[in-house]
């Protein structure tokens, strides 16, 4: 079984701006499961989870992740926006039966007002920033 392309922003001519998450993306973000965000400081990697239904998609194709902690995640953005991120779900069919997953890459931002923040507070009162990933490529892997 071929695997599938990857969405990759670069590959979008310059006419037409990527407002889209790939489906089945957003298909493992109503279900259960642990998301993984890998970020690099100073100090080395260094790799936070939270779930798969805390994450919400924009209309232009962001991802808003709550922060309640996420400290070191933070100084780490700060110093290198780079960041991966992987999610899954076992009950979505996947590139070779059941369960699949992705990696997205992308770059962050932690955000402490305005509407990305504010649509996050409205449903997790504990969020104290939320961090902003524009994702540069979503690569299904199984």
Known sequence: MLDAPPFNKSSIS????????????????KQDGVVAIAT????GPHVV????????ATE??????????????EANVAFNPEVL???GSSKIKGLYGP????????????VTS???FDV???????LRATMVVTIESATQTI
């Open 114 to 116: 305005g509407p990305d």
């Open 120 to 126: 996050l507070k409205a449903n997790f009162k504990w």
């Open 14 to 29: 310059a006419n037409h701006e990527v407002k889209m998450i790939p489906e089945k993306v957003l298909e493992i973000m």
């Open 49 to 56: 989870n939270t779930w798969n239904s805390y994450l919400r």
């Open 60 to 73: 232009d194709g962001r991802l808003l992740i709550p922060a309640g902690y996420m400290h070191r995640t």
């Open 40 to 43: 690099l400081g100073k100090d």
């Open 85 to 87: 991120i992987t999610l």
């Open 99 to 110: 369960g699949t997953g992705f990696l997205i890459k992308g770059k962050a931002a932690f």
